[in-house]
């Protein structure tokens, strides 16, 4: 089955530029969505078709996918930005969907 | 607004049953294909199952496939999802997902608050 791997844990200070990134086999043929989990609180997508923001997400969030790697970007870090992130793919051949192992972003 | 309310979520015997349902609003329901994704508290997002938009397509993951039956009501603006042999690994909060459109294959734009599922003897 595919699988998508993410770091555990990115640790920064406010201001700087955080980058969490995705690792899947030739996941750059695929389309990479990216979602934001708060404590407590329900999923939100902050990033779909790779490179694309959903209405009301700062422009601060970006994405990239090419060859086995994709990365979401996140500028000038707020202490409001922490959350866990999830990547999100459609795999065709197994007809499913998968959702990367998860990154806790933490803002020091 | 858009909201997604799920229910039906309780404890659970190995073996047995459950009925989750979803009540959809703000939106036209039967423009989207409508997802379930299950999380145990602590771990990563799991995709459970989808159902397209007129219920004619469904795909399911292996993990629940053959005891999970996902199903929708586009008069009533409800999912469903009948849970059968269950397992204790299927404990988890389940969320109701709407998706990016009508087509099958996308992104997951909004998401309801869940429906906790405990599998206890």
């Known amino acids: 089955s595919y699988e998508l791997t993410q770091p555990p844990s990115v640790s920064l200070a406010p201001g700087k530029t955080a980058r969490i990134t995705c690792g899947g086999d030739d996941i750059g043929s695929k389309s990479v969505h990216w979602y934001q989990q708060k404590p407590g609180q329900a999923p939100v997508m902050v990033i779909f078709?790779?490179?694309d923001r959903p209405s009301g997400i700062p422009e601060r969030y970006s994405g990239s996918n090419s060859g086995n790697t994709a990365t979401l970007t996140i500028t000038r870090v707020e202490a409001g930005d922490e959350a866990d992130y999830y990547c999100h793919v459609w795999d065709r051949s197994s007809e499913q969907y998968v959702f990367g192992t998860g990154t806790t972003v933490t803002v020091l | 607004e858009v909201q997604l309310v799920e229910s039906g979520g309780a404890v659970g015997q190995p073996g047995g049953s459950l009925r989750l349902s979803c009540a959809a609003s703000g939106f036209t329901f039967d423009d989207y294909t409508m997802h379930w994704v299950r999380q145990v508290p602590g771990k990563s997002l799991e995709w459970v199952s989808l159902i397209s938009w007129d219920g004619g397509v469904t795909y399911s993951a292996d993990s629940v496939k053959g005891r999970f039956t996902i199903s929708r009501d586009n008069i009533k603006n409800f999912l469903y999802l009948q849970m059968d042999s269950l397992r204790s690994e299927d404990a988890a909060l389940y969320f109701c997902?709407?998706?990016?459109?009508?087509?099958?294959?996308?992104?997951?734009?909004?998401w309801g608050q869940g429906t906790l599922v405990t599998v206890s003897s």
């Open positions: 078709h790779d490179n």
């Open positions: 997902v709407r998706g990016f459109s009508s087509s099958t294959i996308g992104s997951f734009d909004f």
